[in-house]
């Protein structure tokens, strides 16, 4: 998670050395005998790599986390005692969101009802703003589709299938507003089809 651009990305990094040790170990776990590890590196790399990895705590985005954390009664975030302290950017980053979504006041202590209302979902907080949201704007029903797709860790889109056979099926759903909206386009396709998995298989949907 990069606070500065408020984006999270997915990226590629060499393990740790407490990583590759706890791999090695699951070797002799796999029966009575004694296994084996091969690393497929040299001596030198494998010196290189760090002792161990980054803390989650230090590389997520922490809105949830902060507030859940006034939801029980913390006060001060920034002088909290983290078993790993996160970077000051991050949190600063939470609170301002959680203060643009309404549930910070400018003393950044939880607002009533709907900061209240937010911590007790267990959902991101730009998520629970918009399922609280929805009831005013009528519609409840199509948000809580959008939130249940976007909480799922499985991809929506079959891998495998050949970019361009993707891009045809991509084109059936997609809309100028944007993925929510497609991901809702999807949703209702798949109950039309009375829940078809051949119908999900044609258009190359998980």
Known sequence: YNPMTGLTSVVTTEISKATAVQRALRAGNQGEAPGKCFRLCTKDSYD?????????MQRSELSQVVLQLKALGVENIMSFDWIAPPP???MIRALELLHALGALDADAKLTSPLGIQMAELP???????????????KCVEEMLTIASVMTVDAPVWQQGRGRRLLERQKLKFSVAEGDHVTY????????ESDRSSSWCQRRCLN
Request: cysteine-free; aromatic content about 2%; charged content about 15%.
């Open 184 to 191: 809702l386009n999807i949703i209702k396709g798949f109950l």
């Open 48 to 56: 290189s790599l760090p002792q161990s990895s980054i803390p989650e």
């Open 88 to 90: 000051a950017e991050a």
């Open 123 to 137: 959902l991101h907080p730009m998520i629970g703003k918009a399922l609280l949201a929805s009831s005013e704007m």
